[in-house]
């Protein structure tokens, strides 16, 4: 593992970012949010690609 340079640390809202804490992702899908299977499925995506 590469060696991790020290940042600030800041907050938003109750979530902190920056200096050692793991790195946060945020994502939107593109589906409707009432069909539940296409969302479901779009989210499993996303989040196997981020591993």
């Given at each position: 593992?590469?060696?991790?340079?020290?940042?600030?640390?800041?907050m938003v809202?109750?979530?902190?970012?920056?200096?050692?804490?793991?790195?946060?992702?945020?994502?939107?899908t593109n589906?409707?949010?009432?069909?539940?299977?296409?969302?479901?499925?779009?989210?499993?995506?996303?989040?196997?690609?981020?591993?």
């Amino acid at each position: 593992m590469s060696k991790r340079f020290e940042t600030r640390k800041i907050m938003v809202k109750d979530l902190q970012i920056g200096g050692q804490n793991k790195v946060v992702i945020q994502s939107m899908t593109n589906t409707k949010t009432k069909d539940v299977r296409s969302d479901s499925k779009s989210n499993t995506r996303i989040r196997k690609s981020r591993m």
